[in-house]
Protein backbone atom coordinates (compact mmCIF):
# COMPACT_ATOMS: atom_id res chain seq x y z
CA UNK A 1 0.00 0.00 0.00
CA UNK A 2 1.25 3.41 -0.95
CA UNK A 3 2.95 5.19 1.95
CA UNK A 4 0.69 7.93 1.71
CA UNK A 5 -2.29 6.03 1.90
CA UNK A 6 -1.02 4.88 5.31
CA UNK A 7 -0.84 8.20 6.91
CA UNK A 8 -2.63 8.54 10.09
CA UNK A 9 -2.81 12.07 10.98
CA UNK A 10 -3.01 13.09 14.80
CA UNK A 11 -6.53 14.47 14.77
CA UNK A 12 -8.10 11.59 13.65
CA UNK A 13 -5.89 9.05 15.96
CA UNK A 14 -6.75 10.96 19.19
CA UNK A 15 -10.29 10.63 18.44
CA UNK A 16 -10.15 6.80 17.47
CA UNK A 17 -8.44 6.34 20.81
CA UNK A 18 -4.82 4.11 20.67
CA UNK A 19 -4.48 2.73 18.11
CA UNK A 20 -2.35 -0.37 19.89
CA UNK A 21 -4.44 -1.67 22.61
CA UNK A 22 -2.42 -2.66 26.17
CA UNK A 23 0.11 -5.10 25.48
CA UNK A 24 -1.72 -7.93 28.19
CA UNK A 25 0.24 -10.81 28.20
CA UNK A 26 2.99 -9.98 25.68
CA UNK A 27 5.40 -9.89 28.77
CA UNK A 28 4.61 -12.93 29.81
CA UNK A 29 4.97 -14.98 26.63
CA UNK A 30 7.96 -13.46 25.73
CA UNK A 31 9.14 -14.51 29.07
CA UNK A 32 7.89 -17.90 29.09
CA UNK A 33 9.21 -18.61 25.63
CA UNK A 34 12.68 -17.65 27.16
CA UNK A 35 12.46 -20.18 29.56
CA UNK A 36 11.14 -22.43 27.50
CA UNK A 37 7.55 -22.53 29.13
CA UNK A 38 5.74 -21.10 26.78
CA UNK A 39 5.39 -21.81 22.91
CA UNK A 40 6.01 -19.82 19.53
CA UNK A 41 2.05 -19.69 18.98
CA UNK A 42 1.45 -18.15 22.15
CA UNK A 43 4.26 -15.24 21.71
CA UNK A 44 2.36 -15.16 18.32
CA UNK A 45 -1.31 -14.70 19.99
CA UNK A 46 -0.08 -12.16 22.73
CA UNK A 47 1.89 -9.68 19.95
CA UNK A 48 -1.32 -10.37 18.37
CA UNK A 49 -3.74 -9.62 21.02
CA UNK A 50 -1.41 -6.22 21.77
CA UNK A 51 -2.25 -4.88 17.96
CA UNK A 52 -5.91 -6.31 17.32
CA UNK A 53 -8.89 -4.51 18.74
CA UNK A 54 -12.51 -5.82 18.47
CA UNK A 55 -14.02 -4.76 15.48
CA UNK A 56 -10.66 -5.13 13.33
CA UNK A 57 -10.41 -7.05 10.00
CA UNK A 58 -7.89 -9.74 10.33
CA UNK A 59 -6.69 -12.64 7.85
CA UNK A 60 -5.64 -15.59 8.65
CA UNK A 61 -3.73 -16.80 5.33
CA UNK A 62 -3.14 -20.71 6.36
CA UNK A 63 -6.43 -22.02 8.62
CA UNK A 64 -5.60 -25.15 8.37
CA UNK A 65 -7.30 -26.94 11.34
CA UNK A 66 -8.56 -23.00 12.37
CA UNK A 67 -6.97 -22.61 15.74
CA UNK A 68 -5.09 -19.28 14.41
CA UNK A 69 -8.81 -18.18 13.14
CA UNK A 70 -10.16 -19.26 16.04
CA UNK A 71 -7.98 -17.15 18.13
CA UNK A 72 -8.32 -14.35 15.86
CA UNK A 73 -12.23 -14.74 15.86
CA UNK A 74 -12.41 -14.15 19.47
CA UNK A 75 -9.94 -10.60 18.96
CA UNK A 76 -12.20 -9.07 17.16
CA UNK A 77 -15.37 -10.09 18.04
CA UNK A 78 -17.84 -7.87 19.41
CA UNK A 79 -21.57 -6.67 20.04
CA UNK A 80 -21.25 -4.92 16.96
CA UNK A 81 -20.40 -7.53 14.78
CA UNK A 82 -18.34 -5.12 12.71
CA UNK A 83 -14.89 -7.55 13.18
CA UNK A 84 -14.07 -9.86 10.81
CA UNK A 85 -12.08 -12.77 9.73
CA UNK A 86 -10.79 -13.29 6.43
CA UNK A 87 -9.52 -17.12 6.28
CA UNK A 88 -7.66 -19.42 3.17
CA UNK A 89 -6.44 -22.56 2.51
CA UNK A 90 -5.41 -24.29 -0.34
CA UNK A 91 -6.72 -27.15 0.93
CA UNK A 92 -10.46 -28.24 0.97
CA UNK A 93 -9.85 -30.50 4.09
CA UNK A 94 -8.25 -27.64 5.68
CA UNK A 95 -11.19 -25.22 5.14
CA UNK A 96 -14.08 -28.21 6.04
CA UNK A 97 -11.99 -28.46 9.12
CA UNK A 98 -11.45 -24.96 10.40
CA UNK A 99 -15.30 -24.58 9.69
CA UNK A 100 -16.35 -27.71 11.87
CA UNK A 101 -13.60 -26.73 14.71
CA UNK A 102 -15.56 -23.14 14.57
CA UNK A 103 -19.69 -24.35 14.64
CA UNK A 104 -18.19 -26.38 17.62
CA UNK A 105 -16.66 -23.43 19.07
CA UNK A 106 -18.35 -20.60 18.72
CA UNK A 107 -21.79 -18.91 18.22
CA UNK A 108 -23.78 -18.62 15.42
CA UNK A 109 -23.11 -14.60 15.46
CA UNK A 110 -19.63 -15.07 16.09
CA UNK A 111 -19.64 -17.73 13.29
CA UNK A 112 -21.25 -14.95 10.80
CA UNK A 113 -17.77 -12.80 11.29
CA UNK A 114 -15.75 -15.24 9.65
CA UNK A 115 -15.15 -15.67 5.67
CA UNK A 116 -13.48 -18.69 4.80
CA UNK A 117 -12.19 -19.34 1.25
CA UNK A 118 -9.95 -22.21 -0.20
CA UNK A 119 -7.67 -20.55 -2.36
CA UNK A 120 -3.94 -19.70 -2.41
CA UNK A 121 -3.27 -17.12 0.14
CA UNK A 122 -1.64 -14.97 -2.67
CA UNK A 123 -5.00 -14.20 -3.68
CA UNK A 124 -6.10 -11.99 -0.54
CA UNK A 125 -6.64 -8.89 -2.11
CA UNK A 126 -9.69 -10.73 -3.95
CA UNK A 127 -11.08 -11.28 -1.28
CA UNK A 128 -10.78 -8.91 1.65
CA UNK A 129 -13.07 -5.78 0.89
CA UNK A 130 -10.85 -3.15 -0.43
CA UNK A 131 -12.48 -0.13 1.78
CA UNK A 132 -11.80 -2.37 4.86
CA UNK A 133 -8.07 -1.68 6.43
CA UNK A 134 -6.58 -5.02 7.45
CA UNK A 135 -4.99 -4.96 11.26
CA UNK A 136 -2.89 -8.02 10.73
CA UNK A 137 -2.72 -11.22 8.25
CA UNK A 138 -1.37 -14.38 9.78
CA UNK A 139 0.87 -16.92 8.05
CA UNK A 140 1.36 -20.01 10.05
CA UNK A 141 3.78 -21.86 7.62
CA UNK A 142 4.44 -25.76 7.26
CA UNK A 143 1.63 -28.27 6.32
CA UNK A 144 -1.74 -29.42 7.89
CA UNK A 145 -0.89 -31.34 11.40
CA UNK A 146 -2.95 -34.46 10.68
CA UNK A 147 -3.09 -34.42 6.77
CA UNK A 148 -0.92 -34.33 3.96
CA UNK A 149 2.42 -33.66 4.77
CA UNK A 150 3.62 -33.31 1.63
CA UNK A 151 1.07 -30.17 0.86
CA UNK A 152 3.29 -27.48 2.35
CA UNK A 153 3.60 -23.59 1.78
CA UNK A 154 6.33 -22.69 -0.57
CA UNK A 155 8.41 -19.41 -1.10
CA UNK A 156 7.20 -18.68 -4.61
CA UNK A 157 3.61 -18.62 -3.20
CA UNK A 158 4.11 -17.55 0.12
CA UNK A 159 6.30 -14.47 -1.80
CA UNK A 160 3.13 -13.46 -3.68
CA UNK A 161 1.28 -13.95 -0.49
CA UNK A 162 3.13 -11.40 1.89
CA UNK A 163 3.64 -8.88 -0.84
CA UNK A 164 -0.19 -8.85 -1.16
CA UNK A 165 -0.04 -8.64 2.81
CA UNK A 166 2.13 -5.87 2.56
CA UNK A 167 -0.25 -4.00 0.50
CA UNK A 168 -3.38 -4.65 2.58
CA UNK A 169 -2.29 -4.16 6.15
CA UNK A 170 -2.96 -0.42 7.47
CA UNK A 171 -0.52 1.38 9.70
CA UNK A 172 -0.20 -0.09 13.05
CA UNK A 173 -1.00 -3.34 11.89
CA UNK A 174 1.27 -6.65 11.68
CA UNK A 175 2.25 -9.18 9.22
CA UNK A 176 2.96 -12.36 11.26
CA UNK A 177 4.69 -15.54 9.94
CA UNK A 178 5.29 -18.48 11.90
CA UNK A 179 7.79 -20.83 10.32
CA UNK A 180 8.38 -24.57 11.03
CA UNK A 181 11.72 -26.09 10.48
CA UNK A 182 11.44 -28.97 11.42
CA UNK A 183 9.53 -30.52 7.82
CA UNK A 184 11.56 -31.15 4.67
CA UNK A 185 11.76 -27.47 2.84
CA UNK A 186 11.30 -25.67 6.24
CA UNK A 187 14.54 -24.08 6.07
CA UNK A 188 14.52 -22.76 2.55
CA UNK A 189 11.26 -20.95 4.15
CA UNK A 190 12.90 -19.46 6.47
CA UNK A 191 15.58 -18.37 4.30
CA UNK A 192 13.24 -16.88 2.47
CA UNK A 193 11.07 -14.96 4.97
CA UNK A 194 14.54 -13.78 6.48
CA UNK A 195 15.16 -12.10 3.21
CA UNK A 196 11.98 -10.98 2.37
CA UNK A 197 11.33 -8.84 5.69
CA UNK A 198 14.37 -6.59 5.33
CA UNK A 199 13.94 -6.08 1.24
CA UNK A 200 10.29 -3.94 2.44
CA UNK A 201 11.10 -0.51 3.45
CA UNK A 202 13.05 0.63 6.49
CA UNK A 203 10.35 3.87 6.55
CA UNK A 204 7.41 1.91 7.04
CA UNK A 205 8.30 -1.75 8.27
CA UNK A 206 9.73 -2.62 11.66
CA UNK A 207 10.82 -6.55 11.32
CA UNK A 208 12.30 -9.16 14.23
CA UNK A 209 11.97 -13.09 14.64
CA UNK A 210 11.95 -14.36 17.97
CA UNK A 211 14.59 -17.92 17.51
CA UNK A 212 15.39 -20.67 20.12
CA UNK A 213 19.26 -21.25 19.89
CA UNK A 214 18.76 -24.77 21.83
CA UNK A 215 15.83 -25.61 20.42
CA UNK A 216 16.98 -26.24 16.52
CA UNK A 217 14.63 -26.98 14.68
CA UNK A 218 11.23 -25.12 17.22
CA UNK A 219 9.67 -22.99 15.04
CA UNK A 220 10.47 -19.08 14.96
CA UNK A 221 7.99 -16.22 15.03
CA UNK A 222 8.61 -13.17 12.66
CA UNK A 223 6.84 -10.21 13.53
CA UNK A 224 6.65 -7.35 10.48
CA UNK A 225 5.06 -4.21 11.96
CA UNK A 226 3.59 -1.69 9.92
CA UNK A 227 4.96 1.44 11.47
CA UNK A 228 2.74 4.53 11.74
CA UNK A 229 3.18 7.13 9.98
CA UNK A 230 2.42 10.34 11.78
CA UNK A 231 0.89 13.20 9.55
CA UNK A 232 0.98 17.12 10.83
CA UNK A 233 -1.92 19.22 8.52
CA UNK A 234 -1.58 16.39 5.90
CA UNK A 235 2.29 15.99 5.44
CA UNK A 236 3.95 13.20 6.37
CA UNK A 237 6.66 13.61 9.47
CA UNK A 238 8.93 11.66 7.17
CA UNK A 239 8.74 14.33 4.64
CA UNK A 240 8.94 17.28 7.21
CA UNK A 241 12.26 15.79 7.83
CA UNK A 242 13.37 15.88 4.75
CA UNK A 243 11.93 19.05 3.78
CA UNK A 244 14.06 20.33 6.50
CA UNK A 245 17.12 18.65 5.59
CA UNK A 246 16.60 20.03 1.80
CA UNK A 247 16.11 23.47 3.00
CA UNK A 248 19.45 23.16 5.35
CA UNK A 249 21.33 21.45 2.66
CA UNK A 250 20.22 24.61 -0.21
CA UNK A 251 20.65 27.14 2.76
CA UNK A 252 24.40 26.04 3.69
CA UNK A 253 25.43 26.30 -0.12
CA UNK A 254 24.82 30.03 -0.50
C1 LIG B 1 0.83 -25.21 9.66
S1 LIG B 1 -0.69 -25.32 8.82
C2 LIG B 1 -1.63 -24.01 9.49
C3 LIG B 1 -2.12 -24.24 10.89
C4 LIG B 1 -3.30 -23.37 11.27
N1 LIG B 1 -3.01 -21.96 11.25
C5 LIG B 1 -3.95 -23.77 12.57
O1 LIG B 1 -4.10 -22.92 13.46
O2 LIG B 1 -4.35 -24.93 12.69
C6 LIG B 1 -0.29 -24.71 7.22
C7 LIG B 1 -1.45 -24.68 6.26
O3 LIG B 1 -1.07 -23.91 5.12
C8 LIG B 1 -1.80 -24.41 4.03
N2 LIG B 1 -1.21 -23.91 2.78
C9 LIG B 1 -0.16 -24.40 2.09
N3 LIG B 1 0.08 -23.64 1.00
C10 LIG B 1 -0.87 -22.66 1.00
C11 LIG B 1 -1.17 -21.59 0.11
N4 LIG B 1 -0.42 -21.36 -0.98
N5 LIG B 1 -2.23 -20.80 0.39
C12 LIG B 1 -2.98 -21.02 1.50
N6 LIG B 1 -2.75 -22.03 2.37
C13 LIG B 1 -1.70 -22.84 2.12
C14 LIG B 1 -1.74 -25.90 4.21
O4 LIG B 1 -2.75 -26.54 3.47
C15 LIG B 1 -1.89 -26.03 5.74
O5 LIG B 1 -3.21 -26.30 6.08
Redesign the pocket.
Known amino acids: MPRQQRCLSVASAQLAGPVVAPGAGVDEAVAGFVTGKRKATEVAHAVWRSIVQKGDTVV ?10 FALLKMVADESGRGRVYG ?4 DT ?1 IDSTSSFLKMAVDSREMELVKLFP ?4 RMEEIVPKDSPVRLVAF ?6 G ?1 DKT ?4 PK ?2 EL ?1 LQAASRIVSSGGLISVLV ?1 IGHLGGRAQLSFVESFAPSMSFDTWMSCKFEMIHRPVAPLPVLIHAQEVITVFGVCKGEIAQHKRQAMGSQSKK
Open positions: DATCGNGNDTMDIQAICHSNLGYLPGIVTVTTAY
